[in-house]
């Protein structure tokens, strides 16, 4: 077996990024569906074979300095690789199909739509929930058409988005193809660009004396403390533990990390549970005074009219109501 580096035509020092750019460039020229001749395939194959152990920090190393016999010593280091998975991790392009498959593969989506306003074509949707999008996941589907026909599974990296298309060029007898990306809102969480949002209650206790609280977070269990005291109407920030910041395809020939670990943030709306009634005697309201330091006030003027007040509502529901109120009024001044 030729050198690794005399493969993909490199110096043993050559960088990260050169080490890309070979493989990419090589990759391209000989993949079975552009090369269908053996020889083609086999070179294919043997540059795969060399990106694999090279893009590899440990089985890099191994290499430089013992050579294949090396790659024992290291976990993995003999496994025989896919070249077309691993082009397709890679690579976004529509050739990309096994020989004896009727099935075209992308490794993601490579267009970004945050009005929704896609190219002109015949538009599919592919939904995804918000966990498929947290972890990331591959989705296999047919479509069939008047127009298009034919089977697609696409690799849906992690931290991908609502309004990710991809675009598949027609001819002049058939318009394009856009397959988009449609994100299932999630029971719990809201998000909001790469941060996901969530309400928690406390306690009234909880909100004064702090406390340790376990949630589930994707199947992941998080432990969150706070000694403050939590006021109403309040946000709280847990860094990194939003949604992973999603690598772009084509950085990988610009040097940026693969193994990307860098995420948004997990941002908690804690709503404060009141107890609908508290059994306190005179001496109890004076402790709390106390601990509070504050004082309740026992206002009086002989002059004024003295009245009770009586629960109306919660202050959401009235601005919700004024909020549509407001979209009735702007609706009918748009009619007139």
């Given amino acids: 077996m030729s050198d690794y580096y005399e493969i993909l035509g490199l110096q043993r020092n050559a960088t990260d990024t050169q080490l890309k750019q070979a493989y990419r460039k090589l990759a391209f020229q000989y993949h079975p569906d552009k090369s269908k001749d053996d020889a ?65 593969y992308y490794s993601d989506f490579d267009h970004y739509s945050e009005t929704r306003d896609y190219p002109k074509g015949t538009l599919y949707e592919v939904e995804c929930s918000l966990d498929e999008l947290y972890r990331g996941t591959q989705k296999q ?21 609502a309004g990710e298309y991809i675009l598949i060029r027609g001819s002049d007898q058939k318009p394009d193809l856009i397959i988009a990306l449609k994100e299932i809102p999630h029971k ?35 432990t969150l403390s706070y000694e403050g005291i939590v006021k109403p109407n309040s946000l709280f920030r847990v860094c990194d533990q939003g949604m992973p910041l999603k690598l772009n395809a ?61 629960y109306y509502k919660n202050k959401e529901e009235v601005v919700k109501e004024m909020l549509e109120d407001e979209d009735e009024e702007s609706g009918s001044c748009l009619q007139q």
Avoid: W
Wanted: glycine share 8%.
């Fill in 141 to 161: 589907f047919y479509i069939k058409t008047d127009l298009h026909s034919g089977g697609y599974i696409i690799n849906v990296r992690a931290g991908s988005r």
């Fill in 40 to 104: 083609s395939i086999a070179i294919f194959r043997d540059i795969s074979n060399a990106y694999a152990i090279l893009s590899n920090p440990k089985k890099r190393v191994a290499y430089d300095t013992y050579g294949l016999d090396g790659l024992n010593s290291v976990d993995g280091g003999g496994e025989t690789i896919d070249p077309l998975k691993l082009f397709r991790s890679l690579f976004n392009v529509d050739f990309t199909r096994d020989l004896n498959e009727n099935y075209y």
């Fill in 250 to 310: 084509l950085s990988l020939n610009e040097g940026q990390d693969e193994n990307n670990s860098s995420r948004g943030d997990l941002i908690l709306d804690l709503y404060i549970l009141f107890p609908e009634a508290l059994q306190l005697d005179n001496d109890h309201k004076h402790n709390l005074c106390e601990l509070l330091g504050q004082s309740i006030r026992k206002q009086s003027n002989d002059e004024s009219q003295s009245l009770d007040l009586y």
């Fill in 188 to 222: 719990i969480y809201k998000r909001k660009g790469d941060d996901l949002y969530r309400e928690y209650m406390l306690s009234l206790s909880e909100a004064l004396c702090g406390f340790d609280i376990v949630i589930d977070h994707f199947g992941e269990s998080l």
